[in-house]
Each structure stands twice: as structure tokens, then as C-alpha cells.
């Protein structure tokens, strides 16, 4: 049996809410790897290997961590790398409209795959990767929202800080 678990998404940037998910993974799972979307339609804001670089650097104390880019299908990069868990990350009702979906396209992609939704602790509930941009944008510090090395990359993409 497969203990290997993939953490799909943007991470446009990886927020303390993502990292809560990523430790969760890594108490249930042998190992986890956190999978960057290369997704050339999205609009993001990091490029591929600042998004990466940030992972990297806020899963260094998580030994059975890693990180990875993913730019075709969810299912065949699973396949690929043996793994049949998909996590993901439900914070309010409104999410799971989405992810139901997405869910439900991958099981018909491929059988093999089950999607497991992990809740983040109440304090990551309203947080969001473009809430976050938003308000390193208003020139706002970021530090209570995403790890410091994340912060420090939003401060010098969007501006100084006020504090
Ligand atoms: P995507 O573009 O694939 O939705 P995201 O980086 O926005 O990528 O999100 C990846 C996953 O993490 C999604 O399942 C999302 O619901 C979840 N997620 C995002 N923010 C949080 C948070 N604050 N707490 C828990 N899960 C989150």
C-alpha cells in the first residue's frame, strides 16, 4: 500500500494555512511532497522557482517533506511517483463547492486516486495566498500570515513595509 501523499496547488505564496496542511500530511503520511502548479494559464504572481524556493525553505524542519513542480495531470504525476493520495485543503463551505469538483474529476481521471481534505487550525480558516498578496500590495507587513522567508520575498516583490 501506497504511503505517499501529493499536496497539489499554486502556493502563490505558501501561507502559514498551507504549511498547517503540509504538517498534518506528515503525521498521517510516510512521506509527503508538496507539488507547485506549472500551470501556464494561471495568472500567478511568483514565478515556478520563487514559489518552489519558498516551499523549500518552510518545509526544511519536516524530514519526510519534499518539493516538486507538476505541470500535466494531477493523476498521471501521481501515478508516476506511486502515490494514491491527493490532499487537500478545506478551510470554509465556500471551498468545497471547488474542490468537490476537482475531487470528482480526478476519481473519474483515475480510480486509484483518493482525495483526502485536511481542516487547518481555526486561526488559518480566512486565510488565502491573494488575500496575502493583497496586502503586501498595501504596503502591510505579512509575517502573521505566511512563514518570515515568505514574508521577506513579499516585501521585496511588492514594496517596503509600513512596519
Ligand atoms: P489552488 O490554485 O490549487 O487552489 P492554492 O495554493 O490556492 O492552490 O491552494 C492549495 C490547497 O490548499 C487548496 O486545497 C486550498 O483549499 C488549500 N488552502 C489554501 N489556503 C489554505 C488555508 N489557509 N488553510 C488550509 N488550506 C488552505
Known sequence: MSRI?????????????????????????????????????????FSVSERIEMVEESIRGLPNVDCDTIGGLL????????????????RVVSDMDYEFQLASFN????????????????QYTYLSASMVRE????????????????ARRLKLKFGGSRD
Open 5 to 45: 501523499a501529493v499536496y497539489p496547488g499554486s502556493f502563490d505564496p505558501l501561507t502559514r494555512g498551507h504549511l498547517d496542511i503540509i504538517q498534518r500530511a506528515a503525521k498521517l503520511f510516510e512521506h509527503v511532497i508538496v507539488a507547485v502548479s506549472n500551470n501556464a494559464s494561471k495568472k500567478n504572481s
Open 107 to 122: 476519481r473519474r481521471l483515475s480510480k486509484d486516486v483518493e482525495t483526502v481534505f485536511l481542516m487547518p487550525d481555526d
Open 75 to 90: 493523476v498521471d504525476y501521481l501515478r508516476k511517483k506511486k502515490a494514491r493520495v491527493l490532499i487537500r485543503g478545506l
Open 135 to 150: 496586502v503586501a500590495r498595501l504596503g502591510a507587513g505579512t509575517d502573521q500570515f505566511v512563514p518570515s522567508f515568505v
